[in-house]
């Protein structure tokens, strides 16, 4: 069950024997300017970009390059949901993990994850991914 902080979803998931609160900050533009102020304490950062809408490549990855540089974020790794590969328009993860530059993300552990949250596919590897990556963290 979730409850809604301050219009941000958090929500508690139960993946490999780890309870993970999820905080789900979204990314309409009035809403950036908020986001620093919900970093603290952050394990893992998952990024979701919608695959399809190829004109924010851009804009998306200059977000997230000075998202990442937030001093509450250094060294958390970073899970890119390349969202929505349904879509015949999708572009794959490799185009979109080049238009964000993630090549350059050498600080961090990173990894990108096509996927559909509308089929499923793709987001129990991202789950995966995540629970490895907290867990590896935490030691």
Same mark, same amino acid.
């Given at each position: 069950?979730?409850?809604?902080?301050?219009?941000?979803?958090?929500?508690?998931?139960?993946?490999?024997?780890? $309870? &993970?609160?999820?905080?789900? /900050?979204?990314?309409?533009?009035? /809403?950036?300017?908020?986001? $620093?102020?919900?970093?603290?304490?952050?394990? %893992? !950062? /998952?990024?979701?970009?919608?695959?399809?809408?190829?004109?924010? #490549?851009?804009?998306?990855?200059?977000? !997230?390059?000075?998202?990442?540089?937030?001093?509450? %974020? %250094?060294?958390?790794? &970073? !899970?890119? #949901?390349?969202?929505?590969?349904? !879509?015949?328009?999708?572009?794959?993860?490799?185009?979109?993990?080049? =238009? %964000?530059?993630?090549?350059?993300?050498?600080?961090?552990?990173?990894?990108?994850?096509?996927?559909?949250?509308?089929? =499923?596919?793709?987001?129990?590897? =991202?789950?995966?991914?995540?629970?490895?990556? /907290?867990?590896?963290?935490? $030691?």
């Amino acid at each position: 069950m979730g409850e809604v902080q301050k219009g941000f979803n958090i929500k508690s998931v139960q993946s490999q024997g780890l $309870k &993970l609160s999820v905080w789900d /900050i979204g990314g309409q533009r009035t /809403i950036r300017a908020h986001w $620093k102020k919900y970093l603290g304490n952050t394990d %893992l !950062l /998952i990024y979701v970009v919608d695959s399809a809408d190829r004109k924010r #490549f851009e804009e998306t990855g200059q977000e !997230l390059a000075e998202l990442i540089e937030e001093e509450s %974020l %250094l060294g958390v790794p &970073l !899970l890119v #949901f390349a969202n929505k590969q349904d !879509l015949l328009t999708a572009a794959p993860a490799s185009d979109i993990a080049a =238009g %964000l530059n993630l090549h350059t993300y050498r600080n961090r552990t990173w990894q990108i994850q096509a996927c559909s949250a509308l089929s =499923g596919e793709g987001i129990q590897d =991202g789950m995966n991914w995540i629970c490895k990556n /907290i867990t590896a963290k935490k $030691k």
